[in-house]
């Protein structure tokens, strides 16, 4: 990812420790990020990785080469970084992290002065100064300094707490797992859970950037052993983080694992129950359910293409207050407008508390949608021109071609066919009402597909 004239993903630069992501590189790109932002204070801060110390402290070098000021927070959770960025008044902050790629990758986001990863147009600035290598090394009596930034967590843990009603949820006594995969969501929401008056059993809980429990990404088929757990000691609710800490994903009393978008639809159920008319941001691979709650409860549901940076900005834009995504992001605007794992955490609680309802009751009393999913091989250079084609043939239907092609049909049943990112092939999820229909559908459109790669190859 680090080969072509690109060095931005979709959420920061990623890479292979060593291989790809080496300290002279990170060198580099410190000075490149430092040349952006001019003179200025940043915050800089990393995951559990074993390797972030070490690619923090060539960043940094690079930052105080180009004259930046650090304030040093080390390790965190991405969320307490981004709300810090806020509260201290800083320019930025530099977040070494890969979220939840496996250990041997490592990442640098970075973080604009209102605690949202930076924008595309920003990203190819840094691009521009990095491959055109136009740097700007401070003189030796104005290089940067470095500062210990002590307390975020225990401010971002206080923060959390003034959206939610402590003493209701404190009353339920209730018991939780959390699963934050040896990674940073242990610095947080244990302690906050704690401070709810929960009883908190961990597991992966002891920090180690090796990730012997789980692999980072907490994809329902990695979290067999929290659901296992929340069942043999008898539970109220399982969250699991991905290596930062940013999303959520959770599970219910009888051990049951569910998407994030089912867990996001229950808390913009009861958002737009006290905050009617609101919009809701959500990109277009989330369910149909997420604006069937919008429907039902009077918001207004606005898709964005896939990528947690859109639904951000997008947020900032329309000034709105309530984000989430499949992948288990929830972003809580009167908080930060930023995907944040205790938040979303706090909320279900929130809800359980004030509704006094298991949150497998809470979930099966959402619209049901039953999932399929394919894939399609399609070589990189067709995938433009695949695109168009499909564009052409769905014409007259219900479609919304903001990122790749998604298609609603009468009965509720929707498609959404969208190129990888990464690898070369051509990605399918079908919902339905009834489990046959969204196979139909996988298969209607796998075909169709095919078919135009065929004749494209022709
Ligand atoms: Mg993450």
């Given at each position: 990812m680090l080969t072509q004239r690109r060095l931005f993903g979709t959420n920061g630069i990623r890479g292979v420790v060593?291989?790809?992501?080496?300290p002279e590189l990170a060198v580099k790109i410190g000075v490149a990020i430092g040349t952006f932002f001019g003179k200025s204070t940043l915050i800089v801060g990393f995951d559990a990785r074993t390797s972030s110390p070490m690619l923090a402290k060539a960043v940094m070098a690079g930052l105080n080469a180009a004259g930046c000021d650090i304030l040093f927070a080390e390790m965190a959770p991405t969320p307490a970084l981004q709300y810090a960025v806020k509260t201290r008044k800083v320019d930025g902050a530099v977040i070494i992290t890969a979220s939840h790629?496996?250990?041997?990758y490592n990442g640098i986001k970075v973080v604009w002065k209102d605690g949202i990863e930076l924008s595309r147009e920003q990203e190819i600035k840094i691009e521009n100064i990095f491959f055109n290598k136009n740097f700007r090394l401070a003189e030796w009596h104005k290089i940067g300094t470095v500062q210990k930034l002590h307390e975020i967590i225990d401010e971002y843990i206080e923060a959390i707490k003034n959206h939610i009603d402590i003493s209701q949820i404190a009353e339920k006594k209730y018991h939780v797992v959390v699963d934050?995969?040896?990674?940073?969501?242990?610095?947080?929401a244990p302690r906050l859970l704690r401070d709810l008056g929960c009883k908190v059993t961990t597991i992966n809980g002891n920090i180690d950037?090796?990730?012997?429990?789980?692999?980072?990404?907490?994809r329902p088929e990695h979290l067999r052993e929290l659901s296992l757990t929340v069942k043999a000691v008898g539970a109220d609710l399982g969250v699991a983080y991905d290596g930062d800490a940013d999303r959520a994903i959770f599970v219910d009393e009888k051990g049951e694992i569910y998407w994030g978008d089912k867990t996001f639809a229950l808390v913009e159920k009861f958002f737009l129950k006290d905050n009617p008319s609101e919009k809701i941001v959500t990109p277009v691979s989330s369910s149909t359910l997420v604006k069937d709650i919008a429907d039902a409860y009077g918001g207004e549901l606005v898709w964005t293409k896939v990528g947690s940076v859109t639904v951000s900005q997008t947020m900032k834009k329309l000034k709105a207050k309530l984000g989430g995504e499949e992948n288990g992001g929830i972003f809580y605007g009167p908080h930060q407008s930023v995907r944040d794992g205790a938040m979303a955490t706090a909320l279900i609680l929130d809800i359980m508390a004030k509704t006094n309802k298991k949150l497998s009751k809470l979930l099966s009393e959402l619209p049901k949608y039953f999932i399929e999913k394919s894939k399609v091989e399609c070589p990189e250079e067709l995938k433009t021109k695949t695109l168009e084609k499909l564009i052409e043939q769905t014409k007259?239907?219900?479609?919304?071609?903001?990122?790749g092609v998604k298609i609603w049909f009468e009965d509720k049943s929707s498609i959404l066919i969208r190129p990888s990112g990464t690898e070369p092939i051509y990605r399918l999820y079908a919902e339905a009402k009834k489990p046959e229909k969204a196979q139909q559908l996988i298969n209607r459109y796998t075909e169709k597909l095919k078919k135009i790669i065929e004749s494209l190859k022709g």
């Open positions: 060593n291989k790809e992501l080496t790629n496996p250990p041997e934050a995969a040896n990674s940073v969501g242990n610095l947080a950037g090796t990730f012997p429990g789980r692999t980072p990404e907490p007259g239907l219900n479609t919304s071609t903001i990122d």
